[in-house]
């Protein structure tokens, strides 16, 4: 499938819910809101065959966190965006979508904070189990001591 | 003995870096594994924010040693995106030529850990004795064994000439030849075969649903190649063919890196022949403006995947990167159920494992159980200290 | 030694000690066992495009007698849990019973009557038999999972290989047998007759040809050598049932696996190509079979043990059950037909 034809069955399914841009041949940026993120990616995995996710990136942008899900189908790689508040950082599950999922989400966790619900395996995967509770290394405000 | 768990690492002679699986065993057979990982973890992602982009290519070079250039060139790349370089064609070339000879070294690397972990040391011991041809080669090129540093934003560093140019040709006929007598050596050497026949099964459904990469995926028939579906660095114009098996076990994976190598000597043997003149790089300003770049590179491992996001100023916002080894954990879980106890060292060692790539923090705490961390430089006054309190006279 | 008088008596233990302690006793099989890992790991190098040990002494000939010393100056640790009592005595019962056992090979022409007697063959390879089970005690005892997973491993290959091994050194005693009554065979289980027939009818040596390969095979799995070697597997289990064995207590082991190896290539020498003692040669007034018979010993055990060192680089390890299958599906049965061409031969050459 080109990225017009993606495009245009995109907004067809989804309307405003979801909004598309082109980056570049082959890079295509889809934003939705975090209500919506398992609907359009289940409907991503079953009809247009967006099987694969390769990572989940995790944003510090001040007052929310983004969180990008890399997915590709071979061919183009689509990154659905969304975005949680600072304050509220929750974010549901997609490992019962694609299982393949679980260890970014746990990874998510450790190093942002966020909390994901319905997580399979909530336990620490990076971070080492005497590490203090509540600091997390990927946000902005966590300094790394260049010396002491 | 019903029902006892057994760790494996974090140190243990099966495994080549650290990491702890823990096994739940009946007899000689496993039951569960679970996987605890961690113990690499440098905080590599935290450090490229404070670094700029040309450092940062010196960090993502040594996220990993047996595929540094897998680490590199997509994190150039992603630069070279945001800042809408036209990176010159010989630079290309030779970003692929240094690709291909890496992918070379790590799966010989993988054939000798392979025949080591079943016990088969001859094959150890043959096929890095011809490793070291390849890596003279990289020497040739850069001037390093690992961690080549021949990536920088706009194109390469070193230019290649034709001196050598005729040597790493005959360097390939030669490791062409040598690679033939694996193929038959793996194809028919009844030990080796009985080891891995039917050892750590992927169905195909399984590789789809946990997202496994790489010669893991292929060998279980998913066709992905980031080469030929996303291509880079000109692969698009470089004729070579992406190997599969539908056997879905260990000597799946074994058969499809063994000819994934046949195919790596075709590029090289292309490239070298075809190599375009011109520039090796463009100059590339300091600063890169606002944006976000996602780029993928096959590394011997499977499919690498970086995001970069930049905000105008000369250090990144965030770089995400996503080592194949970390994709194909879920997978090697799975083809761990239901072995033999023999069969573990083979079947985390079938992934290619290179955990350091997987991983990205370390913390000292000395015997007071006070929590430092350290800079470099305390490390190093600390050791000169040592050192000398400890000098036999 | 019948109404010796005391200067005779005091001859014959100091002959026996001599026998027993310098040559061809502890001294001498502990410089020729080293000497025989020191050639083992030279071919299994060389076979792999390596050196191997260079070093020590000229050519690193003295590399496993460093590799001894340096052990037996290692710390020793004895695990909190471990049976400290077994965990102790154990390398001294597997060397004594390795020691023990070549003893009874009649190496030279200098014999002594207690070493050399019909059966010595069933005792030698008894005798044989018993490091493998103290390896197990050994891995029992040390209360660790590896060394218990070892330890079974040890006791499942034994069921392997034993029987194979025991029958096929038997063909060929039986073929050296002699008629009894004129009708019904009473097979030689003594090595020195077994050599002694084989020196007069070389001709017989080939045909003893399965019976030798099932017997090194089955050597290289009691020695647990590859592709035999799943008790120790490194990448597995870390070392198998001497996991938690240092210093001291694992150079006497390491020591005994050598001299099991001199052992079992000797035993396997003298029954199949046969054996080493030769009638008196003379030079002059002086007996040179001695030296003869020393020359021929070392070059078979070390042709035997070439034998092994090729299997050993050839292969690689195979999984227990894999072993097992192997030993009955395909050794058991070749040693048995050995017996039976033994016997045939036995009826048709009547000799």
């Known amino acids: 499938m080109t990225e017009t034809e993606l495009q245009a069955r995109i907004t067809e399914r989804w309307g405003a819910k979801a909004a598309f841009t082109l980056a570049r041949p082959r890079r295509v940026f889809v934003s939705v809101a975090v209500g919506e993120l398992k609907p359009v990616m289940r409907w991503l995995k079953s009809d247009l065959g967006f099987y694969h996710i390769s990572t989940i990136t995790g944003l510090d942008s001040g007052e929310n966190f983004e969180v990008l899900y890399h997915l590709h189908d071979g061919t183009i790689e689509l990154t659905l965006r969304t975005a949680v508040p600072r304050a509220n950082p929750h974010i549901p ?55 002491n | ?231 880079y ?161 | 030694m019948a109404g010796a008088e005391p200067e005779g008596m005091t001859v014959e233990v100091v002959k026996v000690l001599g026998y027993l302690f310098v040559f061809p006793g502890v001294v001498f099989l502990f410089a020729y066992a080293t000497f025989a890992e020191w050639f083992d790991r030279k071919v299994y190098a060389r076979l792999q495009n390596r050196i191997g040990p260079l070093h020590t002494g000229s050519g690193g000939i003295l590399q496993p007698v460093a590799d001894f010393i340096k052990l037996m100056s290692k710390e020793d640790i004895v695990p909190a849990q471990a049976d400290k009592g077994l965990f102790n005595a154990l390398p001294l019962f597997s060397l004594a019973s390795a020691l023990a056992a070549f003893i009874m090979i009649p190496v030279f022409r200098v014999s002594l009557p207690y070493t050399s007697f019909p059966g010595d063959l069933i005792v030698v390879v008894y005798l044989l038999s018993i490091p493998t089970i103290v390896y197990f005690l050994a891995g029992w005892s040390s209360t660790n999972y590896y060394a218990m997973v070892g330890a079974f491993r040890n006791l499942t290959q034994l069921f392997g290989y034993e ?37 007069a009818h070389p001709y017989l040596i080939p045909v003893n040809i399965i019976g030798f390969v099932v017997a090194l095979i089955a050597l290289q799995a009691k020695l647990e050598r590859v592709p035999f070697d799943a008790p120790e597997a490194e990448t597995e289990i870390v070392a198998g049932a001497l996991t938690e064995y240092s210093g001291k207590k694992l150079a006497l082991f390491r020591l005994t ?29 002086i007996d040179l079979s001695s030296l003869f018979s020393l020359l021929l010993f070392v070059a078979k055990t070390l042709f035997v043990i070439a034998l092994l060192s090729l299997g050993k680089a050839l292969m690689g390890r195979l999984r227990i059950d894999q072993t097992v299958a192997f030993s009955w599906r395909w050794l058991a049965p070749a040693a048995l037909l050995q017996i039976l061409i033994s016997i045939v031969l036995k009826g048709i050459l009547k000799v």
């Open chain 3, 257 to 285: 696996v050598d001299i099991e190896m001199v052992t079992g290539s000797a035993l396997i020498a003298a029954v199949f190509l046969g054996g080493f003692v030769l009638a008196p040669v003379h030079l002059g007034t």
């Open chain 2, 1 to 231: 003995m019903p029902g006892i768990r057994i760790p494996i690492g974090p140190q243990h002679p099966a495994l080549k870096e650290p990491e702890s699986f823990t096994f739940e065993l009946d007899g000689e057979q496993v039951i569960n594994a679970e996987v605890r990982m961690g113990y690499a973890h440098r905080g590599i992602e935290k450090g490229f924010e404070d670094r700029t982009f040309i450092q940062g290519i010196y960090l993502a070079e040594r996220i990993c040693g047996i595929c540094s250039t897998s680490h590199t060139t997509p994190f150039v790349l992603n630069a070279e995106e945001l800042l809408k370089l036209e990176v010159p064609r010989r630079a290309q070339y030779i970003r692929a030529l240094t690709g291909e000879l890496e992918r070379v070294h790590s799966h010989l690397l993988w054939l000798g850990v392979a025949g080591h972990e079943v016990g088969f040391d001859s094959l150890f011991m043959y096929t890095w004795r011809d490793r070291e041809h390849v890596q003279d080669m990289l020497e040739v090129i850069s001037g390093n064994r690992v961690h080549y540093g021949i990536n920088t934003i706009g194109g390469v560093r070193r230019d290649i000439s034709t001196e050598q140019i005729g040597r790493l040709k005959e360097m390939n006929k030669l490791a062409l030849a040598r690679t033939e007598y694996y193929i038959r050596l793996c194809t028919a050497e009844p030990t080796f075969i009985s080891r891995i026949k039917d050892v750590g099964r992927l169905s195909k459904q399984d590789a789809l649903d946990l997202c496994a990469v790489g010669p893991m995926a292929r060998a279980s028939g998913v066709k992905r190649d980031v080469r030929k579906d996303d291509p």
């Open chain 2, 233 to 393: 660095c000109c692969y698009d114009e470089m004729p070579f063919d992406v190997i599969t098996a539908d056997t879905c076990d260990i000597l799946g994976r074994a058969v499809v890196r063994v000819f994934e190598l046949i195919q790596c000597y075709k590029l090289i043997d292309f490239i070298l022949a075809n190599l375009p003149e011109g520039d090796i790089k463009i100059r590339a300003p300091r600063r890169i403006p606002p944006g976000e770049a996602i780029n993928r590179y096959e590394a011997p491992r499977g499919e690498n995947i970086h995001f970069m996001k930049s905000n105008g100023t000369d250090k990144p916002d965030r770089v995400k990167v996503r080592a194949p080894t970390y994709a194909n954990i879920p997978a090697t879980l799975v083809t761990l159920k239901n072995c033999f106890v023999a069969d573990i060292p083979i079947i985390v060692a079938a992934i290619d494992p290179c955990f350091c790539c997987a991983d990205r923090m370390i913390r000292l705490s000395d015997r007071k159980g006070r929590d430092d961390r350290w800079s470099w430089g305390q490390l190093q006054h600390y050791s000169r200290e040592w050192l000398a309190r400890n000098r036999r006279a």
């Open chain 1, 93 to 147: 599950t997609v490992t019962d979508i694609i299982p393949g999922a679980i260890l970014y989400e746990r990874e998510l966790q450790d190093m942002f904070g966020l909390v994901v619900d319905d997580i399979p395996d909530p336990r620490r995967y990076v971070l080492p189990e005497d590490w203090p509770q509540g600091v997390y290394p990927l946000r902005k405000d966590y300094k790394v001591n260049a010396g």
């Open chain 3, 163 to 199: 029987v194979p091994l025991f029958l096929a050194l038997l063909a060929p005693a039986m073929l050296a047998g002699s008629w009894a009554n004129g009708t019904w065979l009473s097979a030689n289980w003594q090595i020195s007759e077994v050599g002694k027939f084989y020196m």
